[in-house]
């Protein structure tokens, strides 16, 4: 007698090896102190929230820490968008130059992020960068390196230009609301009053 398995039991049986491995390499993975601190780190950042730890791992070798001084320029307007920048410590101005003044668009603190276009191709910044606080620690995560990751899993890189929509979302919800409450008559700043992910 010819006993025959059902594909659909078959089927069940693969996805449950499948998870069930997926599951114990995680639990089996074991995370140096350095990598802990910089997946919880990354885990308050709003382009990585919904990435599991396996996915934010991608990144860490391309963290590269920077200590700026007060005043000190991250970048200019215009400049190439060429790397994504993570606050670990400290505090950053976003400031628009308006003919020969800079007027304050939002600062940022810790766990913010900034210069997001620098996930799209081609683009330049559309902010000035300054460092508000005494001393000041950046993660600087480079284009290229970014580029490499997105290429190697259209998993993480459909799922970080999600969070990203979703903060563009949620600025343009701010601008069309100040807008209407000011009547069209309001400082940029104002349109930035809720945004504690970067920008």
Request: aromatic fraction near 16%.
């Amino acid at each position: 007698m010819i006993f025959i398995v059902s594909n659909k039991k078959s089927k069940k049986k693969q996805l449950f090896i499948h998870y069930f491995s997926i599951i114990m390499f995680f639990f089996s993975r074991k995370f140096s102190i350095e990598e802990t601190n910089l997946l919880q780190f990354l885990s308050k950042v709003r382009l990585f929230q919904n990435l599991s730890e396996t996915q934010k791992l991608s990144f860490l070798p391309y963290l590269h820490l920077r200590n700026y001084k007060q005043n000190e320029v991250v970048f200019f307007r215009n400049d190439p968008s060429q790397a994504l920048y993570l606050i670990k410590e400290g505090k950053v101005s976003l400031e628009l130059d308006i003919e020969e003044r800079f007027e304050s668009v939002i600062q940022l603190e810790t766990s913010a992020s900034f210069g997001h276009n620098s996930l799209l191709p081609k683009t330049k910044r559309i902010f000035n960068a300054f460092v508000t606080s005494p001393l000041c620690q950046i993660y600087v995560l480079p284009q290229v390196n970014i580029s490499d990751v997105f290429k190697r899993s259209p998993e993480i890189k459909a799922q970080v230009l999600e969070n990203l929509s979703y903060i563009y979302n949620q600025n343009l919800y701010d601008l069309c609301k100040i807008y209407r409450e000011k009547r069209g008559f309001f400082e940029l700043a104002e349109m930035f009053t809720n945004v504690v992910w970067g920008t």
